[in-house]
Structures are given as C-alpha cells and as structure tokens.
C-alpha cells in the first residue's frame, strides 16, 4: 500500500501563467507517502498534515510508492519532431518539431516563439508555425558549425570549420576544426587537446587526425540529429502546469465529506483521476 | 513588522515537525495565509531538522509566491539547533537533501525573488540529464542570499551547477561546493558557482571553497550581466574562472597557474596562483592548520559596501574589522599561541634525547 497526499486548497497567484505553472489547486497530488505514513505516528496530528481544511489522503491498496510516483509530476512539454524531407544530397532536411503533451484541447499546444531562438542558434532556416508545429530547415553543415551543437557562446571566434568532405550516402562527413589559441586563454595546448577532443567525441564525432591547432573528425548525420534534438528538449521544455494529473472537484468534495481519508485500488484511481493531456 | 512564520521540515517525523520534505512545506507556502508574502506581511520560514538521520529525497521548487526584500523565504538550518552540517557533507541526525533532476532541475529551485537558502547540505544525485543544479535561483529580480550550504554531485556524465544564479541581486558566500566534473573542463553549463544568465543579473560571490569542478567559478555574462568574485578558493577545477567578471574581482587563490577570467580593468594582482592547499582531509575542506595556500591571502570584507559580513561556514568569527582573512569558506581560527613550546628530536633514545630549540606554536580551530 502507498498513500497519496493532495492540496485540498487552492493556492493562488495573480499572474496566470505562473498560477498555471506554480500554485497547486484542489485535487493535486502534492506527494506519495509510504504505507502506514501517518498511522501510529505520535507527532502526526500536531503537523501541518492534520489540517484536513488544506489536505486530505488517498491510500492506493495494491499499489507502492513507486508504482504511484508519476502521479506527483508536472505537467511538462514533450517535444518530438519528424523529418518532413529530406535533402541527403544538399545536407539539408525539412523538419518540424511538434508538443507531444499537449491535450485534447489544444492546451500547451507549441508555439513558434517557444522554440524559435534555439532553432535560430542550431542555424535553422525557414522557421514557420501552424497548430501545434513548428517547420524549419535543418542544415547539417550550418548545425554543425553551430553555438549550439558545441554549447560555446560565440564558437565562431574559438577557431574556424572547413568541410573536407560529405558522404550523402553514408552521411559521414569530414571536418577540420582549427582552434585559436588565444581565445583559450590560461589554457596550454594539452588542455586545449584534451578539452577538444572530448567535446567532438562527447557529441558523436571521431577524431581522425590532430594536427595541432587543427582537429579533423569524421561525424555522422544521424549524430547531428541526434543533438539536435537533445538539445531543443533541453532547452525549448518547461513546466506547463504545477501537476498533470488532478481528481475531480466532486470526487474530493466526496473524499472530504467522509473526513479526508479514502480507500482505492490502483484501477479506482486510474478511473477517477483526470490526466491534464485529456482535457 | 512582519510576522516569522517558522514551519519544521522534518524527514523522521520527530516531535515538533509540521512538514516530513521541504517540497510539502512549499505547497502548502510555508503555511502562510496566501503566499503573497507582502500582503500577508509575513516571512515564511522552513526550519529544516532530522531528528533520525532520514534524508529529504524530493526536490523542491518555489513557485507561485509573491515577495519583497522585507517578506521573503527563507529556508535554513538554525544553527542554535544540532542539525546543521559542520562543514563537511553530513551523515546521521544533520538536515541534507538528496535527489536526481530533469533537464535545468535543480535539488533546490526557486523562480522567486528574496529566497535564502542557508546551512543546508545538498546532494545532486545522477539522473543522465543537462544543466542540473544543486541549488538554482531563477529570480528576474530582487535579492537571493545563499550561504554556509554544502553542496555536492554524483559521478555520472552529465553538466551540472552547484549553485546557479539568473537576474536580481545573489549573494553567494561561505559556500563549500565540490565533485561537479563531470562534463567539460571550462563548461559554462557545469561547475561550482554560476552567476547571472539574465542582463540584470549581478551576484557577489565571496569567500567559497570549489573543489573538483569542471569550472569553478563561471560568469554566464552572454547576456551582459555583472559577477564579482573575491575570496574563492579555487582547487583541482579544470578552470578555476571561465568569462568576464566585473573590476574589484581580486583576492580568489587556486592551485592552477593562471585563474582563468577576465577581469574588467584588470586590478586583480591579488590572486595567488600555483598555490599549494591543504585542506584538513578527504572531502572535508577545512584549511588544515598547515596550509600555506589560503590562509592569510584574503581581504577582510567586514565593511565591504556590497556584501559585508564576517563569519565562516561554521558561523566562526573572522576577526572583526582588522584581522586578516583566509580564502575561502573556512576560516582557521587561531585559539593560542603557544609560546616557548620545544620539541624533541626523534631519536629514539629516551636517555639521550636531544631538544629542538624553543620555538611558538600556533593552535587553530578549523
């Protein structure tokens, strides 16, 4: 058995989006507590828990703590993307980028001004929006001279690319990177080899030969891609609402008529509380 | 006058608590009336305990507060109470928070203004994700105090802050930070202390001990804002400073042969480089008695105009207005002297042993 705490009131803010995304409300799960977490606990009833005006608790009999766990999550993006074309011969790929936890209704839907600045420093072209998606041009060869696919800030002055070659049939393609020293500073030249040759290798690349200030490296599309991603899921997602998952008013209404305290299988539970997604 | 709302977070339940996670103290603000802290006239306060030697393992997020310099968060280890660190990361009855975090989570967050975070012990666990933190305020404005906190991260590959910082005003002192290296040697995006991502931003960031980070000391300053750094101890980092820091930057100490910033104007011909530090013993970074790196290197900032203040990481005294500091979170604290002390020459020979001359010795507390 597990036991799940909820907000019975609710918290407020003025500001909206941080109300949406900050204040717990009525239904909420705030956190999962183990079995028998307040039975036989002789401080429990002068805690802050006892206030049955604010809380009350559902005890999920079949379930642990770990099985109840996602219940206690924000409501977070989720971005995906799909490749719309692509262009292996040129390097480039149409693409768009779309929310997967958006609901039903269109709440948390993407927006072009969520994602535009980090497709803008992976040197994305072309960037338009419809419901729900964002479409872009991808290059691999402006991605991967990008600030964002080495996390640099203005890489373009720690040393120059040249592309030796590209493979579209493998999608290899050969790169020589060579770094000024001068832009690393305090650093001697092991330290730079060393910082270098990881970063390109950390990021899917292999060095092929190092003649220093000057690294080539053989990198894979599908390596780019991959980053790409990554990256935009970093740094494109955040919170959306305080909690996804909330009981409906009635159901707590109910729950706090009998005391605050109820019983329910993992299948009851399932089958009263509402995910966010499917509003 | 505000009214101190004090609440106990207490993982074991211990007689006294309110709340059994700081993350249950938060949704419920603090037990505040609304949460709008200034029309509440409050200041909400969670008085972290462990009376059983549980660890707190949720991390807590602020938000949906509303604060002003005067009615503010605080969460804090008291120090009149035994469940504060002593300055290492603690085992047994000593408050700490453990937990693994999403992309840009951090163990402790806050997207509030006027947040303090004091003598907590954290531990930024593995969880394979990016731009993690330890303790991070996400403040457009207003003032953040972070000090005497001890905060650490699990082996595993993935970048990570120990305390990170955005817009407004932090103050970060006194702060022990190590094992944040796992990513890139001189990464913006892991190591000790992160300071101002926002073009508003600005943060003091005095007398921290860095151990072990990819960087240790880092100037998010893309966007234009203003870091000074002086008194940071500065050890075994990759980088000790990556980016620009602001003039009066000065007096930072690390085994490195250069710090690695830039400082506005230059001015900082304090910096002692190449320096040999001892600290007390493995993860604990106490100045030993010996050391000869730190101690005695720093400027006294009783009365500095930004951020004056004159205690250690274990609330020792530094010496008052005139003394002279070490570098770093701790202080050694000299106790005695021990005047005319001799030693004996270890020669084995009970009889015939031979004598050093007298000399002094000095006794410190770390």
């Known amino acids: 058995m597990a036991q799940i705490l909820f907000r019975l009131k609710d918290n407020v803010h ?7 995304r900050g204040s717990y409300k009525k239904g909420y799960p705030v956190s999962i507590k183990p079995d028998g977490w307040y039975e036989g606990n002789p401080n429990w009833a002068q805690s802050a828990y006892a206030d049955k005006t604010k809380w009350f608790v559902v005890e999920v009999t079949d379930a642990t703590v770990e099985e109840l766990q996602h219940y206690a999550g924000s409501w977070k993006d989720n971005f995906d993307y799909e490749i719309v074309e692509a262009r292996p011969a040129q390097g480039q790929y149409d693409v768009r980028v779309f929310e997967q936890n958006a609901s039903a209704s269109g709440a948390n839907a993407i927006t072009q001004a969520k994602v535009e600045s980090f497709l803008t420093k992976w040197g994305c072209t072309a960037i338009s929006a419809t419901t729900n998606s964002v479409a872009f041009t991808f290059s691999l060869w402006n991605a991967v001279r990008s600030d964002a696919f080495w996390e640099i800030p203005s890489v373009v002055l720690k040393g120059s690319f040249v592309l030796n070659g590209y493979t579209p049939a493998t999608g290899v393609g050969n790169v020589t990177f060579t770094a000024i020293p001068e832009a690393f500073p305090n650093m001697d030249q092991a330290k730079i080899t060393t910082m270098i040759t990881r970063r390109i290798e950390e990021r899917g690349g292999t060095i092929i030969g190092i003649d220093y200030p000057a690294f080539t490296f053989e990198i894979e599309r599908s390596d780019i891609l991959t980053r790409f991603r990554a990256n935009v899921k970093r740094k494109g997602e955040g919170i959306y609402r305080r909690r996804q998952f909330v009981l409906p008013s009635a159901v707590v209404d109910t729950i706090v008529a009998t005391g605050g305290f109820a019983q329910r299988t993992k299948a009851e539970l399932l089958a009263e509380i509402r995910n966010g997604l499917s509003e | 006058m505000a009214t101190e709302v004090i609440r106990v977070v207490d993982p074991d339940s211990g007689s006294g608590y309110h709340y059994d996670s700081l993350s ?35 991390a807590v997020t602020i938000d ?3 604060t002003d310099s005067t009615r503010y968060i605080k969460v804090w280890t008291d120090p009149t109470e035994s469940y504060r660190h002593a300055g290492t990361y603690p085992t047994g009855n000593k408050y700490r928070i453990e937990a693994a975090v999403g992309s840009w989570g951090a163990v402790i967050s806050s997207e509030e203004s006027y947040v303090r975070v004091i003598g907590i012990a954290v531990y ?12 991070s305020i996400n403040a457009y404005s207003g003032e953040s105090y972070i000090s005497a906190n001890i905060c650490k991260m699990e082996d595993g590959y993935q970048s990570g802050i120990g305390i990170r910082t955005a817009g407004g005003t932090a103050y970060i002192y ?6 944040f290296d796992n990513f890139d040697s001189g990464s913006l995006s892991s190591g000790g202390i992160a300071g101002t991502k926002y073009s508003d931003g600005t943060a003091y960031v005095y007398n921290n001990t860095l151990v072990d980070c990819d960087s240790g000391l880092i100037s998010q300053d893309e966007n234009g804002g203003t870091i000074y750094a002086k008194n940071n101890l500065c050890y075994s980092c990759g980088v000790p400073a990556v980016g ?7 007096y930072n100490a690390t085994d490195a042969a250069a710090m690695g910033y830039t400082v506005v104007g230059g001015g900082n011909t304090h910096d002692e480089l190449s320096q040999t530090l001892t600290f007390a013993g493995t993860s604990d970074y106490h100045l030993a008695a010996t050391d000869a790196g730190a101690k005695g290197y720093g400027v006294n900032l009783y009365n500095d105009a930004n951020l004056p203040f004159q205690d ?10 005139g003394a002279t500091w070490d570098i770093g979170a701790d202080e050694l604290i000299l106790v005695i002297t021990q005047e005319g002390f ?9 009889d015939g042993a031979t004598w050093k001359a007298a000399e002094n010795v000095d006794i410190y507390v770390q």
């Open chain 2, 174 to 179: 006194n702060n022990i930070i190590y094992g």
């Open chain 1, 14 to 20: 003025p500001d909206p989006d941080k109300d949406r």
């Open chain 2, 24 to 58: 249950d103290w938060e949704a419920d603000l603090g037990d505040t009336t609304t949460g709008d802290l200034p029309t509440d006239d409050m200041i909400a306060t969670a008085k972290c305990r462990c009376t059983g030697g549980t660890a707190d393992t949720t």
């Open chain 2, 124 to 135: 930024l666990r593995y969880a394979d994700e990016g731009q993690t933190a330890a303790v």
């Open chain 2, 64 to 66: 949906g507060w509303t």
């Open chain 2, 312 to 321: 250690d990481i274990d609330g020792e005294d530094r010496g008052g207005s």
């Open chain 2, 244 to 250: 620009e820091f602001a003039a009066g930057t000065d």
């Open chain 2, 342 to 350: 001799r030693f004996r020459n270890d020669d084995g020979d009970e």
